[in-house]
């Protein structure tokens, strides 16, 4: 391990006095190696990303890359990153994938990394087909979840082709811990189906438009007037005004998106058949983080019994 080291130090020193690049026999020649264990040196440094070739006529050229060995990179990046051979085995990763399973890094080199994570991640088969798909040549993105010893945790893991300097392909996986994102969406979502119940137990019939007026939703409380809740998406809040007064009671519903707020809208509802009914709304403008007006969202309380009509 010494000779190999100082024997590679050797030829990146003689390398940046020549920037514009030695061949083999010049580099043998000027390190006192023979050529065939030069050659061999040359193919470790390559891979690694520290010496680039270049052909020139019937000679290859080396020199001292410019760029930052990828595997220098992939070794300090928080994300996770595997790569496989032609039939899934794995070759390389970086520390972070056995740490997050609780495995040796020796414990993967040589083994199918299907096999490996059959245990571990939940929708394997999803990521069995994002491998495959790598391996035909397709770049793919999908969220994968796992469970290791009760411990639940999610990745967006890129799946990509890639070649060896041999010529055969393999498939490069590289993820990226997203749990807390997951988590706070699962919360989110949570906390909003707990707000949508509770709106569509409330007495008042809750709706919101768009900034032109056209319903986005309504609760479903107004099917108990023989309207179809979805069918009103889309659609003007008009809809809701028995005709003669649509014009004005529009008027007054949009003027909530300059004076932020208006109340006791009172109109008679278009409700099928010939129920009298009549509806009180009180319209308040949504605004976004610059305190732009996005729609408006409101309620309507049945009046009919306040009306005497």
């Not at 001292?64 to 990153?81: A, D, F, G, N, R």
């Not at 899934?88 to 994938?97: D, G």
């Not at 490069?172 to 979502?189: F, G, Y």
């Amino acid at each position: 391990m010494k000779k190999l080291q100082e024997t590679t130090d050797s030829i990146r020193n003689l390398l940046k006095k020549h920037p514009r690049g030695l061949n083999i026999q010049a580099i043998a020649e000027k390190c006192s190696i023979n050529r065939m264990s030069v050659a061999k040196y040359l193919e470790v440094l390559t891979v690694n990303g520290i010496v680039e070739v270049q052909t020139m006529g019937n000679a290859k050229v080396y020199f001292l890359s410019k760029q930052i060995p990828v595997t220098t990179y992939m070794e300090y990046t928080s994300k996770h990153y595997c790569i496989t051979d032609d039939k899934l085995n794995v070759v390389q990763l970086n520390e972070w994938i056995p740490e997050t399973v609780g495995m040796a890094y020796e414990d993967f080199i040589g083994r199918s990394l299907p096999d490996v994570l059959s245990n571990v991640v939940v929708n394997l088969d999803d990521c069995r087909a994002a491998m495959e798909k790598a391996l035909a040549g397709e770049v793919t993105t999908i969220i994968v979840e796992e469970n290791f010893k009760g411990k639940h945790m999610f990745f967006e893991m890129l799946h990509m082709p890639v070649q060896f300097p041999d010529g055969s392909h393999g498939m490069m996986a590289v993820s990226q811990d997203i749990t807390d994102k997951i988590q706070m969406e699962i919360a989110l979502r949570a906390e909003g189906n707990h707000y949508r119940d509770l709106v569509e137990h409330i007495p008042a019939i809750v709706f919101s438009t768009d900034m032109a007026g056209l319903f986005t939703w309504i609760s479903s409380r107004i099917t108990e007037y023989g309207i179809d809740a979805a069918a009103l998406a889309g659609n003007p809040f008009h809809r809701l005004v028995a005709p003669g007064s649509r014009g004005p009671v529009m008027e007054q519903v949009l003027s909530a998106r300059e004076s932020g707020i208006v109340r006791g809208i009172r109109f008679r509802a278009a409700i099928p058949g010939s129920r009298n009914v009549w509806f009180e709304a009180d319209c308040t403008a949504r605004k976004d983080a610059s305190g732009s007006c996005t729609g408006i969202t409101g309620i309507l309380r049945d009046v009919t019994d306040l009306t005497g009509l």
